[in-house]
């Protein structure tokens, strides 16, 4: 019997929206931080200014119009609700792709690159390299379902996108695309090799360098030892939260929009190529569509359970093996985790492209759209 999948039209109910509202009006603000940089998480002239245009220069229903008209459904896999968009290619030979966001992106992260990737003749490119894309959300994200007991980390959630791709008939022949938590789904279905994944692309790498990768670097590759150590020292506080305490932090995230958004502008400040101004490199109103979709569905508290999922995992598992699956790399220079080209020969046995941009970050699918759809298209390219 085939797998069920329904449309899912996305409906916000005006009083939600008027209790946002009445919420950000009544926001009792702290007092400013001492310091004249973000050494202690966003500055109180930062937030303001983001919730002032939140609350006068902002429209969700664009947005919602938008999910709607990319072909908003859902589908149920091992009793959990996933939600995803589905935006078929007007080229009936487009290659199936499985693009999987992170924490604190969303579905939306990959807007500005739908276009150029289903429909490639529209913006100067080839039908030959056309793509029909599948967005979900991840378990307890967006208007996914939220998990009600411990086990959808990583792995359960790649083997459930694997049945995805089955209930939407791509089975036989498709590939797969992530950064952030993305990257480590993508990562675990590379492993997995289910029927029909004929390849991978992350634009980040999950990986410890051995001791002779460190003694033996390269002052580049020092340079990125240095960054990844910088994150680990200043910039990880939230991570330690989310995977030890999440439920700590998830109150706060539940009942406080500014709260929610302070949290998440934190990761878009520090991980972003934007010097600390996210808002030079991201639109303002695609900030702001990234923290409604925690807030409208109250995914704030269940989205953070998914680090103390992986940081379980992550416990248990034994190093990963050398990827044997074709993949694709990107390092974008304002990653905080990145890997030269030789470190991911060394874990890539079939890496048909790697490549370094010349400006992104974390966010590469909201900060350099055209040179990430450029790169997933020149991976698949070899694959097809």
Sequence with gaps: MPHSV???PVHVPQAQLDDLAERLAQTR???PQTVSDHSQGPQLNQLRALVDHWQNGYDWRITETQLNEWNSSRTEIDGLGIHFLH??????????????????????????????????????????????????SLPGFGFSDKPSSPGWGVAKTARAWA????????????????????????????????????GIHLNMVMYQPTEDEI?????????????????????????????TRPQSIGFALSDSPVGL??????????????????????????????????????????????????RNEMQT???????????????FPGELLRLSRRW?????????????????????????????????????????
């Design 6 to 8: 329904e449309s899912f």
């Design 29 to 31: 603000w702290p007092d």
């Design 87 to 136: 935006i078929r290619s007007p080229h009936p030979d487009a290659l199936p792709l499985l693009m999987t966001h992170g924490w604190p992106g969303s579905i939306l992260e990959f807007r500005a690159m739908t276009g150029p990737l289903t429909n490639p003749t529209a913006y100067g490119g080839q039908a030959c390299d056309a793509f029909h894309l599948v967005i979900p």
């Design 163 to 198: 049945q995805l791709m089955e209930h939407l008939g791509y089975g036989q022949r498709w590939a797969a695309q992530g950064g952030d938590w993305g990257a480590a789904v993508t990562t675990a279905l590379g492993h997995m090799r289910p029927p029909g994944l004929i």
């Design 215 to 243: 003694a033996q670097a390269t002052p580049e590759e020092q340079r990125m030892l240095a960054d990844a150590q910088r994150y680990e020292r200043e910039l990880s506080g939230y991570m330690k939260v989310q995977s």
């Design 261 to 310: 958004a302070a949290w998440i502008y934190a990761l878009f400040q520090d991980a972003s190529d934007s010097a600390g101004e996210p808002e030079r490199v991201i639109d303002i109103n695609a900030l702001i569509d990234d923290i409604m979709l925690y807030w409208l569905p109250n995914a704030g508290p269940s989205s953070v359970r998914f680090y103390w999922e992986g």
């Design 317 to 331: 598992q034994s190093p990963a093996p050398v990827m044997s699956v074709p993949a694709g790399v990107s390092m």
């Design 344 to 384: 991911a020969q060394a874990r890539f046995a079939d890496l048909r492209f790697f490549a370094e941009a010349e400006r992104g970050g974390h966010f590469a699918a909201m900060e350099n759209p055209t040179t990430l759809a450029g790169h997933i298209r020149e991976t698949f390219r070899l694959l097809r």
